[in-house]
């Protein structure tokens, strides 16, 4: 089914039209793959990864939260809305989508901001009055257009984050655990256990952190999920922290890299500050050069009220980009105001 915008930029062939899967999930890959190589982004996503992702939504609806765009049937580019309930107890609306390099600069951009706020306002007008509701981009440093876009419609940074890396791993220190504290393998059948220890941790930060059986679900199925690669401290029968590292396989082969991802580092409040998270990162990163990786990299909010940067930074790690996070205060209209702009046909 078509959509028709109003405000669409008049490219000869253009048409919208909402998600079909799974022949999409391919598209949406390709999309940002493509768009992070022009944006010099040193990530890729692999199709399999956008199939687990869509196969178990969270706050997104699939038949109404996605519009593509395509010439004469060729993709070119994708919107995407959603939500999420934000630790502050506010609500963040979405703002994501992607532009072939090849079809920026014509506007298109633009008009799909304009259908993802509008969207989004739509959605936002079902939802609880009285509490804080603004539209989110996260953006990297280098994607200038994407900056650009967000910068010219009102939006403000009001986070930075910063991807760290450690070019090598040689010279791993050797730091002890805290008496009482070991390591032991993760296993499968604790799984539901480190994602709720992932989201204890994580309530307390600044952002989101997604507590629901969806995502839950998108943990099991993620594809790149090796829980060989898992650091997990206990005391008796009680989980005190874990990091779940990673090795994104297909976007190494792509970008002809052999790095691990030091991943979600999380240590309960009970056990903070006594030199956990620093132990598990360093075993971290023996379990990484055991696998056969020779760099690795890992993401931490700029103002980590908990020390994490200097705790990355004892270990090895440096900061190699950043980016940043943008919001604006979103106002739910009524769906008439909102019609009148955008309709299906």
Known sequence: MSIVLAYGPPIPGLRFRRLQRPGDDAVISGLLNAGNAADDVPRRVSAAQIASWLDHPSNLDLGEDLLMAEVDGVPIGYAEAGWELDNDGGRNYSTWGQVHPDWRRRGLGTAMLHWIEERQARVAATHPAGIDKRMQSWVNDTE???????????????????????????????????????????????????????????????????????????MRADPRRDMGLWVVAWQGDEIVGQVLNRIDREANAELGLKRGWVNSVGVRAPWRRRGIARAMVAESLRVLRDAGMTTAGLGVDAENPHGALGVYESVGFAVARSGRVYRKPLSPATDPELIARSRTS
């Open 144 to 218: 200038a257009g994407r900056i650009a876009l967000l910068e010219a419609h009102d939006y403000a940074i009001v986070r930075y984050d910063y991807e760290m890396e450690r070019p090598n791993l040689d010279e791993i220190p050797d730091l002890a655990l805290a008496e009482g504290i070991e390591l032991r393998p993760a296993r499968e059948e604790d799984l539901r256990r480190f994602f709720e220890t992932e989201v204890e941790v994580f309530r307390d930060h600044w952002g989101a952190i997604d507590g629901s059986d969806a995502a839950f679900e998108q």
